[in-house]
């Protein structure tokens, strides 16, 4: 059996011009008519917001920015890929493991470099032909009927055997999603006893874990960050599990274990800035916060609240007399780059302002405070900005010795 | 760099000239498809892209057998169709036997299932298929079979067999030639990675194994690997 492939459309993701060509014509020559290339991961989020594809087929190392394993998890968690859409990670020998070991997030298939154009066409082929046989279920998954999902999976069992395993998986993880905790714990238990499988020890952690019970779904989660360093996310887990327990020190120490494996997750350090900020490690806070507003220029998970809580790490800063002279100048210049990027997000430039407001109130820095508030209303007479809230207004106004802004107006 | 190792400095110069092969067959490829495939200069080219994957699958050999002898792989096992996979294996390989003028097929139950890790296996198979190519006269074998617990996958050629020393450097007349001293500890080495493939597979306690056979279908050697399942 042969695909015809001229009505489907097909993502290159290469950083390498030779490779990007060379993978090209292999593509066409194979009859792919329809062929989008990007050469980063950004632009690859970019295509993939806007059209769907059928064949992705990206390159783990896709130079400076996001790797190919870090694309796939975002395109995934975002579901910018549909299920019945094929995924191929194209790596090297030595970068396979990485993405093989991601348990929760994984590609369809995989080819290792180098690979002859034979051997593509061959791999391309078993994989469209699994999601023929699978198509039922995704495309059940992708309308989020993961009851059909499951009598699908069934279904496709009877004829195809050896896709028990992948089968069991789907099926595990719509019980998941179906809060059917006890019904998920017990497929994934079998599965367990004849092997012990890395997705059914991570389904069964996570169904303990959903229906609280941490110290059955805690061991679980530690196993698995020992037994594949590669599972970083493992850590992620364990670290809710342990905040879940209220044990935020376990929980911030995995944190920062993780990070230190894969600092490039911006849901991580996000995830490590709010935990430092509760904790009032404002250090931690400031510095997990900065690298998730730099890895969100290019990410789906970009939003302005990150800008704002990097900010409020340097008030946590103030309030408690700990902000550094060479703190301040990084508030100052953080909070003059918000500033400019925010210029039509009269939202996000609001609370830049009351943010840098609180923190001149909190060092006494009247004038300052002042001349930030002077801005503001500026901003808000041209529309860039939005008015202050009630409760900020009313609190703030008689410190700083001025008409309230809502006055004014009126 | 404390203190040279020499072990990390090897993984790192394979790794970069694995890259240079890559480029190489790339090269090779683009090459190719300027002529018809009936064109001796295409099976000239044929060939040169066949020994390049060879290079690299020698490679990715010392690739894994170093990261396995040094405990830094996490195996990662799934469950795979045992005949596409071995068909898939003979397809990579076929160019290769060609060239050397050996028949290369599988055996398979089509309804097998396996558990292994898929890039060890593949490795390992290729490795001991250019070790069969070496002793092999016109046939080279690929089987598989559930045997009890384990899944056994075997490499049979219809050479002269191991008990007439095809794993110590049969069917080479001076012993003293450097090249044939090379050429056994490579086959050495090459059995001592299928070993290590084998015995980092475990389940339920049980852990892989090797065995050294005679191949009941061709007559010459075959090596066994045993999988627990």
């Known amino acids: ?410 | 760099m404390n203190k040279l190792d020499i072990g990390t400095l090897l993984a790192s110069l394979i790794h970069e000239s694995k890259n240079t092969v890559g480029h190489l067959m790339f090269q090779t490829q683009t090459a190719k498809s300027n002529f018809p495939p009936s064109d001796t200069m295409y099976e000239q080219l044929d060939n040169i892209e066949s020994d390049l994957k060879r290079l690299n699958d020698c490679w990715v050999e010392y690739l894994y057998l170093y990261k396995l002898a040094s405990n830094g792989y996490d195996i990662q096992c799934d469950t795979y169709a045992v005949d596409d996979f071995l068909d898939e294996q003979v397809f990579v390989l076929k160019p290769s036997a060609k060239e050397h003028k050996i028949g290369l097929t599988f055996i398979c139950d089509a309804n097998l299932i396996g558990i292994f890790d898929e890039r060890l296996l593949i490795s390992v198979i290729s490795t001991g298929f250019y070790n069969a190519l070496r002793f092999a006269h016109k046939q080279i074998i690929f089987k598989a079979e559930k045997v009890d617990h384990f899944l056994v996958i075997s490499i049979e050629d219809d050479g002269c067999g191991f008990d007439n020393t095809e794993d110590d450097g049969c069917g080479f007349d001076n012993t003293e030639d450097e090249g044939s001293v090379l050429t056994e500890y490579n086959t050495s080495l090459g059995l001592h990675f299928a070993e290590l493939t084998a015995k980092a597979h475990s389940n339920n306690k049980q852990h892989g194994y090797i065995e050294k056979a005679s191949s009941e279908t061709l007559g010459g050697a075959s090596l066994k690997i045993y999988l627990p399942q």
């Open chain 1, 1 to 410: 059996m042969t695909t015809d492939y001229s009505k489907q459309k097909a993502l290159i993701i290469e950083d390498m011009a030779e490779a990007r060509i060379l993978q090209k014509k292999m593509l066409t020559d194979f009859g792919f008519v329809d062929i989008d290339v990007a050469m980063k991961a950004e632009t690859a989020i970019e295509l993939l917001k806007s059209r769907r594809y059928d064949v992705v087929f990206s390159d783990y190392n896709l130079g400076n920015g996001k790797d190919g394993q870090q694309l796939l998890e975002e395109v995934r968690h975002s579901e910018l890929i549909p299920n019945t859409s094929s995924y191929l990670m194209v790596t090297a020998e030595t970068s396979i493991e990485m993405v093989m070991g991601a348990i929760e997030y994984q590609p369809d298939g995989y080819i290792t470099k180098p690979f002859s154009q034979a051997l593509l066409q061959r791999r391309l082929q078993k994989l469209i032909e699994t999601k023929i046989k699978l198509y039922d279920v995704n495309q059940a998954l992708d309308n989020k009927d993961y009851r059909a999902a499951i009598k699908a999976a069934d279904e496709a069992l009877k004829t195809y055997p050896y896709l028990e395993s992948k089968c069991t998986r789907i099926k595990g993880d719509c019980y998941l999603e179906l809060k059917e905790y006890d019904q998920a714990i017990e497929l994934f238990s079998e599965a367990m006893a004849d092997r012990k499988m890395p997705w059914a020890l991570f389904g069964l952690a996570k169904a303990y874990f959903f229906k609280d019970q941490y110290d059955e779904a805690e061991p679980r989660f530690r196993q698995l960050t020992l037994d594949n360093r590669f599972f970083v996310n493992a850590y992620d887990w364990l670290a809710k599990c342990l905040l879940k327990q209220n044990k935020k020190e376990e929980a911030h120490a995995t944190l920062l274990e993780a990070i230190e494996k894969s600092p490039k997750a911006i849901l991580r350090q996000m995830e490590l800035g709010r935990l430092s900020m509760e904790m009032g490690n404002y250090d931690v806070a400031e510095g997990a916060y900065r690298k998730a507003v730099f890895l969100g220029r290019y990410s789906v998970h970009n939003h302005y609240s990150i800008t704002i809580n990097h900010l409020k790490t340097f008030l946590g800063m103030a309030e408690n007399g700990q902000l550094q002279t060479k703190q301040l100048d990084s508030f100052q210049s953080s909070v003059a780059r918000a500033q400019k990027r925010f210029m039509h997000q009269p939202e996000a430039k609001a609370q830049v302002y009351q943010t840098e407001i609180e923190l001149y109130l909190a060092l006494n820095d009247l004038q300052r405070a002042t001349l930030s508030f002077t801005a503001w209303n500026k901003d808000i007479s041209s529309n860039s900005a939005l008015p202050p809230p009630k409760e900020f207004e009313a609190a703030c106004a008689p410190l700083l010795g001025i008409e309230s802004v809502g006055d004014s107006n009126e």
